[in-house]
C-alpha cells in the first residue's frame, strides 16, 4: 500500500479516499469524507555531546472516516487503510451516526466543490532536498553540532529533524484535494557551568535550516551569559527576540481568542469588541498561508481553501476566523479554517503573521538604555483568559541591556504580563521572520519587539 | 503478535544489534464530548504497530512499522540498526544498562464494566443532565462536557528473554460550567478536576464519582466567581486540596525526580529542561519538612499512572522520593541507572505508544497521609489562610525550582471557618522552601489518586497519563496573589 519510501503516494491516497467514498455511498451513508495524512519525521536527539535517540519512522499513515447519516454523524479514526480495514471503518462510523441521540448536534452538509474549494494561489511547502536527509546525514549534522560544542568547551543538546508529509481530503460530494509538503527543524541548546544558550529554525526547505549558525548563535548566547547576575522583580524594558515573541504571542492563537467559535461564545478576549481599537496602533496581525515566509496546506480540514484574514489592523480587532458553522452564526462566510469535524471549536488560526517594523534589533538594544533581551521564553501558561495575563519563566540567554549594549547575563526571572497590555506597549518592531519556538506548537512570522513596563514577578536561582 | 516480535528481535540479532526490544500494541479509543444539552462529537478510533529498540556498537536505534507483515517490520528493523550504527559514532562512550531478569507474565488492569460495552446514549445523557444542573446557575451561560475510555493491548519482547503482556483499560471524564455577567468577564469551575479525572478502570469510574451530587454545585461556584473579590497579594498559610496539591507534587517532585534530568547537563536540556536535586545531593539534601514523604509507587490498582512493567520490560518498585523531608531517590532508566552506578532500574521507562522511544517519566508520585484529619479538621485548624482548589494555571523553570500555580477557585480561611470565595487565586514560591514549610497533611480518608493525563515531555513531545494520590496539606508563608498584581 504505500510507496517506495514507504510513505502513501498521491495516488494511493486517491485510491483509498475513492474506495472509502463509494462505498460508504452504497451504504445509506448521506455523506462520506475521508481525510488521509501520513509522515516520517525522522528525529536524532542529541545530550551531553552525544546522540541519545535516533528514530527513524518508515511511515505514520491513518484515516480520519466521517460518515453523515440522518444529520448525524460519526467519526472514526484508523490505521488500517486496507480495503476491509476502510470498509469496517465506515460501517463503524455509520453505526455511531446511526445510534445517537435526538440531543445530538445537526452535522452541517459536506462540501461541495464550488469557488471556495478551488486553489486561491499555490504555496511551496515541499523541498525534494528534505526527504533526502537520511540517518546518515542526521549523523554528519549531529556530529558537526558536538564539534562545535566541544570547541569551545560547552556541552550540546537539541534535536536535527527532517521528514515528509502527506495530506489529502475527499468526500461524496466529488470534492477531493491532496498536498505534500516537507519539514526540517534544528534546535540546539550549548550550556556551560553558569549559562546557556539556545537557537532554533524550522523551515520547508533544508537550505533554509543552518545547524551550524544555529550552533554558533547557542554557542555565543551561552559565553555571553557566564557568570549571571540577579535584577530585581519590577517592570523593565524588554526586547523580544523573535522566537521569544512567538513563545508568548502564541497564547492570542492558540486558543479561541481569534475564532469564531470564542466570539460567539463569549470566551475570547476579544468577543464583542470587534471594530474596537485594542491593541496599540502598530499592532496588525492576520492568518495568511500565502505570506511569503508562511507554508503548509492551503486548504482547510473540509477541504475549503484559506484565505487570508485579518485579525487584527492597526490595533483594531476585526472578525476573527470562522469555520462553516460559526459563519452561519455569526453571518459572512467561511474563511477556511474549519478544524476537523466533528468538534467542539469550528476553527483554528494557523498560518499567523504579526507585522514587522524596521528597527532592527541592533538598533533596539543600541536605543536602550535600560533593559532586558529575551532569547526565549519556557513553560508558558495562561493565568487569565479575560485580560490574556500570561506567567512565564525566560530561559537560555536573558541579558542585561545597559547604554545601548548588550552588557551580561542575567539569572532567570518569572514574568506575570498581559499580552493586550504588552501589544500596547510596543515602542520598536524589527523585520518579521518565519520564528520557531519551543512553546508553540507552530511557527509564526513575527518580528523582534522592544517593550516597555514588562512586569517580572520574581527570580530564581540560575 | 509474538511471532512477528520474535521475528523482529531475531532479524536485530542478526543484522548486529547487541540487545533489541520489541512492543507491539493495540488500541481501541473514544471520545465524547458534549456542549450543553448537545452531543457535539463522538469519535471512535483504533491503532496498532510496532516499535523496535536497538542498541548498535552502544548507539540507539528506534523505529515503527505501520503493519504488523514480515516485510513492514522487517524494513522498520533496518532502519532502526542503521540509526543505531550511525548514533553509535556520535557517541564517546556506549549505552550501557543494569542488568534485568527476563520476564514471562501477563497483566490486565482492573476494571468492572468494560467502557466499550456502555452504550453511547448512556455516557452523553451523563454529561447533558450534568450540563442541565449547571446551568440551573442564571449566569452559567456554557457547559461543556467529556468522556474518554481506551483499551490497550501491549506486548513487550526482548532479545534478553522477556516476553510481558499487558492490557490497560482507562475510563475519564469531567465538565467545565463558564460563567459571564453579561458581556463582562468570564470564570470557569470544573468537576472533578479541569481537564476531567482519569483512572485506570472501567466505567464505573463515572458513578463513583457521582457527577449528578457535584454539578449544580460547580454551577454555582462559577457564577460566584464572576462577582467574587480578586486573591489579595501577600503571605500567608495555604491549604492545597488533593486535586491542586497533586499537580504541585507533579511538577516540583515528580519531574524534579527524573535521572535523565541529571545526567550530564541533563539529556533533556534542550526542552524539558534540568533539575535541582543533583546527585551529590542523595541521601543529605532537606527537600522538605519532616512530615513530607513522597514516593513513587507504579503498582497502586487504579491509579492512572500503574504499570507493573515498564516500557523497557522492567519490573517496576515503589521507591521514596523523599523521605522524612530528605531527598532520596530518583525515577531510572536502565541506562541511567547505570550511569548514577545504580544495582538497578526502578522501572521508569514510558512511552506514549508504541511508535515512540520511550523515556524516563514518572507513574504515580503521591504524598504519603499525615494525621491531620479531614479537610474540614484541618480548616479549622487554620486561623488565617486560603483554601485552593481546582487546578487553572501551572508553571515551573527548567531548573524545577521557581513555581507559580493559580487555581479556578480559592476560600478564605478566618478563624478556622471558611468565609469569602476569591477569582484568580494564584501563589508561587521556590520548590525547596515551599516544601519545608509544610506542616499538616491530612489523614488517608482524604486520600485520592489525582489522574493527570496530559504530561508531555520529550522531543517531540509525548503526552502521557500520571497520577499523584495525595491528601489535603497546608503550607506556611506562602506568596498568593502574585499573578494578578498590577505592581
Redesign the interface.
Known amino acids: 500500500?504505500k510507496g517506495g519510501n514507504?510513505m502513501l503516494t498521491r495516488k494511493q491516497c486517491k485510491s483509498v479516499i475513492d474506495y472509502a467514498v463509494k462505498y460508504g455511498e452504497s451504504t445509506c451513508a448521506s455523506g462520506v469524507e475521508i481525510a488521509l495524512s501520513d509522515d516520517n519525521?525522522?528525529?536524532?536527539?542529541?545530550?551531553?555531546?552525544?546522540?541519545?535517540?535516533?528514530?527513524?519512522?518508515?511511515?505514520?499513515?491513518?484515516a480520519a472516516v466521517r460518515v453523515i447519516v440522518n444529520g448525524r454523524q460519526?467519526?472514526?479514526?484508523?490505521?488500517?487503510l486496507t480495503k476491509a480495514g476502510m470498509r469496517q471503518s465506515v460501517d463503524?462510523a455509520i453505526a455511531?451516526a446511526r445510534?445517537?441521540?435526538d440531543?445530538?448536534?445537526r452535522a452541517m452538509p459536506l462540501v461541495r466543490p464550488n469557488k471556495r474549494t478551488q486553489a486561491l494561489q499555490r504555496v511551496k511547502s515541499f523541498d525534494r532536498s528534505a526527504t533526502t536527509i537520511d540517518?546518515?546525514e542526521?549523523?554528519r549534522v549531529?556530529?558537526s553540532i558536538?564539534e562545535i560544542a566541544k570547541k569551545n568547551k560547552l556541552?550540546a543538546?537539541?534535536?536535527f529533524?527532517a521528514g515528509e508529509d502527506i495530506n489529502a481530503i475527499g468526500n461524496s460530494k466529488g470534492l477531493y484535494h491532496c498536498e505534500r509538503g516537507t519539514e526540517v527543524e534544528c534546535?540546539?541548546?550549548m550550556?556551560g557551568g553558569s549559562s546557556?544558550g539556545?537557537a532554533k529554525s524550522t523551515h520547508w526547505q533544508y537550505d533554509q535550516v543552518d545547524p551550524i549558525k544555529l550552533a554558533e548563535i547557542a554557542v555565543r548566547k551561552a559565553k555571553l551569559s557566564r557568570n549571571p547576575i540577579t535584577m530585581r522583580p519590577g517592570r523593565y524594558t524588554v526586547i523580544l527576540e523573535p522566537s521569544a515573541t512567538l513563545d508568548l504571542l502564541c497564547f492570542l492563537w492558540g486558543g479561541l481568542d481569534f475564532t469564531g467559535t470564542g466570539h460567539i461564545?463569549?470566551?475570547s478576549c476579544f468577543?464583542?469588541k470587534i471594530g474596537i481599537k485594542v491593541l496599540g496602533d502598530n499592532i496588525t496581525i492576520s492568518d495568511n498561508v500565502y505570506h511569503p515566509f508562511q507554508y503548509g496546506n492551503t486548504f482547510d480540514e473540509e477541504g475549503l481553501s484559506r484565505r487570508k484574514v485579518v485579525l487584527v489592523k492597526n490595533g483594531i480587532i476585526q472578525r476573527p476566523v470562522m469555520g462553516r458553522r460559526s459563519a452561519k452564526t455569526m453571518g459572512g462566510l467561511p474563511t477556511g479554517h474549519c478544524t476537523e469535524q466533528?468538534?467542539?471549536v469550528d476553527e483554528c488560526p494557523i498560518n499567523l503573521v504579526v507585522e514587522g517594523g524596521d528597527t532592527s534589533l541592533e538598533d533596539m538594544i543600541a536605543s536602550t538604555e535600560r533593559g532586558i533581551l529575551l532569547t526565549r521564553a519556557?513553560?508558558?501558561?495562561?493565568?487569565?483568559?479575560?485580560e490574556k495575563?500570561i506567567?512565564?519563566?525566560t530561559?537560555d540567554g536573558t541579558f542585561l541591556v545597559e547604554n545601548g549594549k548588550l552588557k551580561r547575563g542575567l539569572k532567570?526571572m518569572?514574568f506575570?504580563i498581559s499580552l493586550i497590555e504588552v501589544l500596547n506597549n510596543v515602542v520598536a518592531l524589527g523585520p518579521a521572520v518565519l520564528a520557531a519556538g519551543?512553546e508553540s506548537a507552530i511557527g509564526a512570522v513575527v518580528p523582534p519587539m522592544k517593550i516597555e513596563r514588562f512586569?517580572f514577578?520574581?527570580?530564581?536561582?540560575? | 503478535m509474538k511471532g512477528i516480535a520474535e521475528f523482529a528481535l531475531d532479524l536485530a540479532l542478526n543484522r548486529g544489534a547487541s540487545y533489541a526490544d520489541v512492543r507491539v500494541a493495540y488500541v481501541k479509543s473514544q471520545a465524547i464530548s458534549t456542549k450543553d444539552m448537545e452531543v457535539a462529537c463522538v469519535s471512535e478510533g483504533d491503532g496498532f504497530g510496532l516499535g523496535i529498540r536497538v542498541l548498535v556498537n552502544g548507539g540507539w536505534g528506534f523505529s515503527v512499522a505501520g503493519k504488523l507483515t514480515r516485510e513492514s517490520v522487517g524494513k522498520a528493523v533496518e532502519a532502526a540498526i542503521e540509526a543505531g550504527a550511525i548514533s553509535a559514532k556520535c557517541m564517546d562512550m556506549p549505552v550501557q544498562l543494569v542488568p534485568e531478569p527476563a520476564y514471562n507474565c501477563r497483566y490486565i488492569s482492573p476494571h468492572t464494566i468494560d467502557p466499550f460495552t456502555v452504550s453511547i446514549d448512556e455516557k452523553t445523557g451523563i454529561l447533558i443532565a450534568c450540563a442541565k444542573l449547571a446551568k440551573k446557575a442564571r449566569r452559567v451561560k456554557l457547559v461543556e462536557g467529556e468522556m474518554q475510555f481506551s483499551k490497550e493491548e501491549k506486548l513487550f519482547m526482548s532479545t534478553a528473554g522477556s516476553c510481558i503482556e499487558q492490557t490497560v483499560i482507562s475510563s475519564g471524564f469531567g465538565f467545565d460550567a463558564h460563567a459571564q455577567k453579561g458581556n463582562e468577564e468570564f470564570q470557569q469551575r470544573s468537576f472533578p478536576n479541569s481537564g476531567g479525572q482519569y483512572e485506570l478502570a472501567g466505567f464505573e469510574v463515572i458513578a463513583k464519582w457521582n457527577p449528578f451530587e457535584h454539578a449544580e454545585r460547580i454551577g454555582q461556584e462559577a457564577a460566584a466567581l464572576v462577582t467574587a473579590p480578586i486573591c489579595p497579594q501577600k503571605n500567608t498559610a495555604i491549604i492545597l486540596a488533593g486535586n491542586q496539591l497533586a499537580l504541585q507534587i507533579h511538577e516540583s517532585c515528580g519531574h524534579a525526580c527524573e535521572l535523565d534530568r541529571l545526567v550530564g547537563a541533563s539529556e533533556e536540556a534542550n526542552y524539558a529542561g534540568a533539575s535541582f536535586l543533583t546527585p551529590n545531593r542523595l541521601k543529605r539534601y532537606r527537600y522538605g519538612s519532616e512530615i513530607v514523604n513522597l514516593v513513587s509507587d507504579p503498582n497502586v490498582p487504579g491509579s492512572l499512572g500503574s504499570m507493573p512493567f515498564d516500557d523497557e520490560g522492567v519490573q517496576t518498585k515503589k521507591v521514596h522520593l523523599i523521605e522524612n523531608g530528605i531527598f532520596s531517590g530518583y525515577l531510572t532508566s536502565r541506562e541511567t541507572a547505570h550511569k548514577l552506578g545504580m544495582e538497578y532500574s526502578v522501572g521508569s521507562m514510558r512511552a506514549e505508544s508504541c511508535a515512540c522511544m520511550p523515556l524516563i517519566r514518572m507513574g504515580n508520585v503521591s504524598l504519603e497521609p499525615g494525621d491531620a484529619g479531614s479537610l474540614e479538621d484541618l480548616i479549622a485548624d487554620t486561623r488565617d489562610g486560603i483554601l485552593f482548589d481546582t487546578v487553572k494555571c501551572w508553571s515551573i523553570d527548567s531548573m524545577r525550582l521557581n513555581f507559580q500555580f493559580s487555581t479556578e477557585i480559592a476560600w478564605e480561611i478566618k478563624k478556622g471557618k471558611r468565609t469569602r470565595i476569591f477569582k484568580d487565586p494564584s501563589y508561587g514560591g521556590i520548590t525547596h522552601r515551599f516544601w519545608k514549610s509544610c506542616d499538616a497533611i491530612c489523614g488517608p480518608e482524604e486520600l485520592i489518586y489525582w489522574g493527570v493525563p496530559n504530561c508531555g515531555k520529550g522531543q517531540p513531545v509525548q503526552t502521557i497519563g500520571t497520577a499523584h494520590g495525595c491528601p489535603p496539606a497546608r503550607f506556611r508563608n506562602v506568596g498568593v496573589g502574585v499573578a494578578m498584581s498590577r505592581r
Open positions: 500500500m514507504n519525521q525522522a528525529t536524532a536527539r542529541f545530550a551531553n555531546n552525544g546522540m541519545t535517540q535516533h528514530i527513524s519512522p518508515l511511515s505514520n499513515a491513518c460519526g467519526h472514526i479514526l484508523t490505521e488500517d463503524c455511531i445510534n445517537l441521540s440531543a445530538t448536534t540517518a546518515t542526521r549523523g549531529v556530529k558536538i556541552t543538546a537539541g534535536v529533524s534546535s540546539i541548546t550550556t546557556s539556545w461564545d463569549g470566551l468577543a464583542g466533528p468538534n467542539v519556557w513553560y508558558t501558561n495562561e493565568v487569565d483568559a479575560n495575563v506567567t512565564g519563566m530561559r532567570n518569572r506575570n519551543e512586569r514577578s520574581s527570580t530564581t536561582h540560575f
